[in-house]
């Protein structure tokens, strides 16, 4: 058997959204609502997880041994070998990279703490004294 179309249901719903009401804007706000709800919510899902991975990025360890990354253990589940007490399992050191993209590795040298020598060469006066080179005659 054919179902018939709730022609009745459709006029009332047509008629809160057409007819400025206070029923009709509750209704509007309703449909607003969830509509704005399901546009952010996979921007608010990514915001959540890119915290997390970096929660858990800092609590990862890697091996000296053999590299592999693991969570909360004193020795490597995959070589055996233990993890040094400078692995950073202590107290965390700060990065001196860019805090979200950074490598964050302890290799790095931080540029405010070294010092750059500069010495100032005029460019004219060598450009003259060499033969073949970058000099403006075209050679």
Known sequence: MERRIPWLWIGVAAALLLVPTSAGRLLLDVIGGLTL?????????????????????????TCPSCGFASLG???CPACGSPFTS?????????????FFWGSGS???????????NVDAVDVEASASGEMGGRGGDGS
Do not use: K
């Open 86 to 98: 400078g692995d950073g399992s202590e107290a965390a050191p700060e990065p001196s990279g860019p």
């Open 73 to 75: 253990t004193e020795v």
């Open 37 to 61: 709800t399901l546009l952010l919510l996979p921007l608010l899902a990514g915001g959540v997880a890119l915290i997390g991975w970096q929660i858990v990025r800092r609590r990862l360890r």
């Open 106 to 116: 302890d290799r790095e040298i931080d540029a405010r703490d070294v010092t750059i």
